[in-house]
């Protein structure tokens, strides 16, 4: 999607665009003996760019799941999300403006207090499950993700590459790079290396051979600690790049 259309969606929300860059350069146990094929050779993989939705529900590039997921330590202080309208759990996709066929993903979250830690996220998975399983994706070939965003309501967002179902399967601390968001809607790049595994995980995944069997990116929005809070988190155009 061209960034003038972006200007104008983000212009329409009454927000101030900032046009600039944030370079996020701060370096994904087992896995199968079989290989997960490399994309197809190009200098991108566009990952998601909200064009393709499978009826309400959004679809990445080439056909995976788009789907909301959020958490909070209290669980009498729960994290609320919404997507689209009809009530599926994928994000809305949204038009930069009136009959014009770009999409931007939306997702709106509620915080609750009190909460040391809460996050509202859009997981993309490259590709859809097949017999049960989704695809992995080989791109230790590429050297960063970028992507527009914008979000309101919280201070930080979290990227994660996420590997399931292919020796590397953890309930979370999947490789991340955290980030503060700057007004505006802006493009941002993470430099793969970047990505590394938290602190407090105990037996910790080589970050590139998770990139080497990668089945989703997770996009958080998350507070910690957490005040009472409603936002908004926009995403588009996440790309693979060389």
């Given at each position: 999607m061209g960034s003038r259309r972006i200007a104008a969606f983000v212009a329409g929300l009454?927000?101030?665009?900032?046009?600039?860059?944030?370079?996020?350069?701060?370096?994904?146990?087992r896995s199968d003996d079989v290989a997960a094929p490399k994309p197809a050779a190009g200098e991108t993989l566009v990952y998601a760019d909200f064009e393709k939705a499978d009826g309400a529900r959004a679809v990445s590039t080439r056909g995976g799941a788009i789907t909301i997921t959020s958490y909070q330590e209290s669980d009498v202080h729960k994290t609320t999300t919404k997507?689209?309208?009809?009530?599926?759990?994928?994000?809305?996709?949204?038009?930069v403006k009136a009959g014009d066929a770009n999409h931007l993903g939306k997702i709106e979250f509620a915080f609750m207090a009190p909460n040391s830690w809460a996050g509202a996220t859009i997981e993309i998975k490259g590709?859809?499950?097949?017999?049960?399983?989704?695809?992995?994706?080989?791109?230790?070939?590429?050297?960063?993700?970028?992507?527009?965003?914008?979000?309101?309501?919280?201070?930080?967002?979290?990227?994660?590459?996420?590997?399931?179902?292919?020796g590397l399967d953890m309930n979370g601390g999947w490789p991340k790079?955290?980030?503060?968001?700057?007004?505006?809607?802006?493009?941002?790049?993470?430099?793969?290396?970047s990505l590394a595994v938290p602190a407090w995980v105990e037996a910790k995944p080589?970050?590139?051979?998770?990139?080497?069997?990668?089945?989703?990116?997770?996009?958080?929005?998350?507070?910690?600690p957490c005040r009472p809070t409603q936002g908004i988190l926009l995403v588009d155009n996440v790309t693979f790049e060389k």
């Open positions: 009454s927000v101030a665009v900032v046009s600039a860059v944030a370079v996020l350069d701060a370096a994904a146990q997507g689209v309208p009809s009530g599926e759990n994928s994000p809305e996709r949204v038009h590709q859809p499950d097949a017999d049960g399983k989704a695809p992995a994706d080989d791109v230790t070939g590429y050297k960063k993700i970028s992507f527009q965003l914008y979000a309101t309501g919280a201070e930080m967002v979290r990227v994660e590459a996420v590997s399931r179902g292919y790079l955290e980030f503060k968001v700057r007004p505006g809607l802006n493009t941002y790049e993470v430099a793969l290396r080589d970050p590139k051979k998770l990139l080497a069997k990668l089945t989703a990116l997770n996009i958080t929005a998350f507070c910690e």
